[in-house]
């Protein structure tokens, strides 16, 4: 039987140093009560940074796939809490999510390459 402490330390000795930067990051420009977004399937960003979902999906892929009435949905949540800061899995930026960053001030405040050479976009809100 697995006690949460090893779970959470076995979480924290297998995640990349992109999660990590990426988690650091999140945590010198927020605070704990501001929310953020991850744009894929990339939940770990929420568990490592202590940050909460500015969405109730925490990930919209496959399911936004599936059902795309909760890709509607997601983006209506994002423009009523405007998170502070919006992380984007590699190879997810799309038209949409690249609107509402235009649209909603967002800036590109730094990026990571993961493991397979594609950019982890990071967006903060510019206030």
Not at 34 to 43: F, L, P, Q, R, T
Not at 47 to 60: D, E, F, G, I, T
Request: a negative charge.
């Amino acid at each position: 039987m697995y006690s949460c402490q090893v779970y959470a330390n076995r979480a924290v000795e297998n995640h990349s140093d992109a999660v990590m930067e990426v988690c650091q990051f999140i945590a010198s420009n927020t605070t704990g009560e501001e929310k953020i977004s991850v744009y894929g399937n990339w939940d770990i960003i929420y568990v490592m940074s202590q940050r909460l979902s500015a969405s109730k999906y925490s990930y919209q892929y496959p399911i936004g796939s599936v059902a795309p009435d909760i890709m509607d949905e997601y983006f209506n949540e994002l423009e009523m809490s405007l998170p502070k800061i919006i992380v984007i899995e590699s190879g997810r930026m799309d038209e949409r999510m690249k609107n509402f960053i235009n649209e909603k001030n967002y800036e590109e405040a730094r990026y990571q390459k993961d493991t397979d050479g594609k950019k982890i976009l990071v967006y903060k809100l510019i206030e």
